[in-house]
């Protein structure tokens, strides 16, 4: 299998190849046709020339033809390619190249018809009218080669032609290969070493990066995305080790408790009490909520394209919510605030409904006794937005870009008050994002948070 460089490189070289040929064709071809044509329009303008010539060689005081200069004339075409046949008014000829010289006339039309024998054609003869002063005085005959036929000096013209056209084709050919290698090799190395990053990265080495950029926009693309990948799946692997972690403290501290007790209640150490049972139950019972808490997200999330629409009024769902919520916040003596008015949107309605659920509960959860928390709902452009605002707790600033992954929690000491598992503001990115909407975190820490959902309508 050949590497991206060679294919590159061979590519190059091939293309370069066929399009100086198909430029060497075209050009030779053209050129070709366009001499024709002038080589055409020359031997036309010979016989006219000729014919012109002939006509002032006529005497007509005298009724005679100059035959010294016709027979200047005469030879001097024949070594152009041209027989000469002269005849007066009367059909009589007056001078004939063949009679005048059979050889050499022999001579130069075997020369001519050897020269053109691959372009065709055979020698052809033509009659035209001498006149003087609008009066025919002669009529001459012209033998040559047709349709046309190249001398000595065209054939050199056009073997210099082809010459330069082949070296301009192998100059163009040694330049296109001489940039097509390096360019190759310029393109194939980033590809290169991106996929030797993606090697180490699918091995486990989640740190390594392409620090070099390229000149090329794509190329930098295929740069930042490797980047990218490498950051995204360090980030992961992360979170997968923290939920191990989490998920191992929260298994551990129930299991922990139910089996000593049933264990100490077994060997007869404790006596089997009902408070005991209970205190086992409710072991289990919160085990049971950490893994519907993990179900619920599985199912937000496989169903975030099946959204039951309908149009909904934001600020109704989170009066019912706040409403809902009202004996847990008295129970913490926090104040409890809905402001702005009716903003409709179109979503749907019990997962917005969960989105002010789990926003309101964490702000309820981190706000401590005698806090104040505030809702507020207001019309965007286009847009229906919501904030969940309150005095509690705080995230810390290097947390903040956290908070909506999967299993993620800002309270280290995985106290049992707070509970959970870290999955509640992961389902709300999840459905936010379901219904094309955005969701944003403000925090100072220790001052509290301020949590803003954007809707579209």
């Not at 080790?241 to 150490?269: C, F, Q, W, Y």
């Not at 800002?410 to 870290?422: E, I, L």
């Not at 503001?425 to 999840?430: F, H, R, W, Y």
């Amino acid at each position: 299998m050949r590497s991206l460089r060679t294919r590159l490189s061979l590519s190059i070289a091939l293309t370069s190849l066929i399009t100086v040929a198909l430029i060497g064709l075209f050009s030779n071809w053209l050129i070709r046709r366009e001499f024709k044509k002038y080589i055409m329009d020359r031997q036309r303008t010979s016989g006219e020339n000729i014919i012109e010539d002939i006509g002032r060689q006529y005497d007509a005081s005298n009724q005679d033809w100059n035959l010294d200069y016709v027979h200047i004339i005469g030879m001097y075409s024949l070594y152009n390619g041209y027989i000469i046949r002269l005849a007066d008014t009367n059909g009589v000829v007056v001078w004939d190249a063949e009679n005048h010289d059979m050889t050499l006339c022999g001579q130069i039309m075997g020369e001519i018809s050897e020269r053109m024998e691959k372009f065709g054609g055979g020698f052809i003869a033509r009659s035209y009218d001498v006149n003087q002063s609008g009066r025919k005085v002669g009529t001459v005959s012209i033998t040559y080669y047709g349709p046309y036929f190249l001398n000595e000096d065209d054939f050199t013209f056009l073997s210099a032609m082809n010459v330069v056209l082949l070296a301009a084709g192998v100059l163009a050919s040694a330049s296109a290969v001489l940039i097509g290698f390096p360019l190759a090799r310029r393109i194939a190395r980033p590809v290169a070493k991106a996929a030797y990053i993606a090697k180490r990265i699918s091995k486990g080495d989640y740190d390594i990066r392409f620090e070099s950029e390229t000149k090329t926009r794509e190329l930098n693309d295929l740069v930042a995305a490797v980047n990218h990948l490498a950051a995204a799946l360090s980030e992961q692997e992360s979170l997968r080790k923290r939920l191990t972690t989490n998920m191992a403290h929260e298994l551990r501290t129930p299991l922990t408790a139910v089996s000593s007790h049933l264990e100490a209640m077994i060997d007869g150490i404790w006596d089997v009490t009902t408070e005991r049972l209970r205190g086992c139950h409710n072991e289990i019972k919160r085990l049971g909520a950490m893994v519907a808490d993990m179900e619920r997200l599985s199912k937000i999330e496989g169903e975030n394209l099946k959204l039951n629409e309908s149009t909904v009024d934001l600020f109704a769902i989170a009066r019912a919510v706040a409403d809902n919520m009202s004996a847990e916040t008295v129970k913490k003596n926090l104040s409890l605030t809905v402001e702005g008015g009716s903003v409709f949107v179109k979503a749907d309605g019990d997962k917005i409904n969960q989105v002010f659920n789990n926003l309101l509960s964490n702000a309820i959860k981190y706000t401590p006794e005698g806090g104040h928390i505030e809702i507020e709902v207001r019309d965007a452009l286009n847009s229906g937005v919501f904030k969940v605002r309150d005095n509690g707790i705080g995230i810390p600033s290097d947390e903040l870009p956290l908070v909506f992954e999967r299993f993620y929690r800002t309270d280290k000491s995985r106290s049992r008050k707070s509970g959970g598992v870290g999955i509640g503001l992961a389902i709300v990115k999840s459905i936010v994002t379901a219904h094309g909407g955005s969701v944003s975190a403000e925090s100072v820490s220790e001052r509290g948070s301020c949590f803003t959902v954007s809707i579209p309508k």
